[in-house]
């Protein structure tokens, strides 16, 4: 009877180890990362700010050098002065180029003509500084709303070119009374 309570014991103590193992080398395994809130990030050319990027939370992925961002917004300067500011819901940022992704709720406003942006997801190039999306789009500009699917344009939203549009000019005659 010891024989069999020993066999069992060892059967058990080996399945428990392996089980143990497993877990640790899943955990040697997963990559590191650290998990950042009040998140900050900057981009600037030669002393020159280009923009900055605020976050609830981010989540750093240091072998894919990406960061997971929760509520990013951002700020592009023009000449030192805010200029563009976006928001979403999540993003991410490719640490290294810094290549951005907004998703979720995504809105774009240009401070200087008041030019607005509505989308779901929204890339931004930093290497070309211009937004783009194949996403359904939503511009409202003073003179009117412009709907579409798919966008690209500079980052001050001065330039905009949406593809598969419908326009909807306001008018400008006034009603009779």
Known sequence: ?????????????????????????????????????????????????????????AILSEEKELAYLTNPHMLFYKNDVPDTKVKSKTGV????????????????????DQN??????????AANHQFLTNEKVKVVRPSGTTYGRGLKASEDLSQIKIFHQQSFVKSSAQNPQ
């Open 1 to 57: 009877m010891t024989r069999k309570g020993s066999i069992s014991f060892l059967f058990l103590s080996s399945l428990c180890l392996s089980f143990a193992c497993k877990k640790q080398k899943d955990i040697i395994q997963e990559e590191p990362r650290q998990i950042m809130t009040n998140f900050a990030m900057d981009q600037s050319d030669l002393k020159t700010k280009i923009w900055h990027l605020v976050a609830d939370k």
């Open 116 to 125: 607005k942006l509505y989308t779901s997801q929204l890339f931004y190039s």
């Open 93 to 112: 940022v490719q640490t290294e180029t810094h290549d951005v992704v907004l998703s979720t709720d995504v809105v774009a406003v240009s401070l200087s």
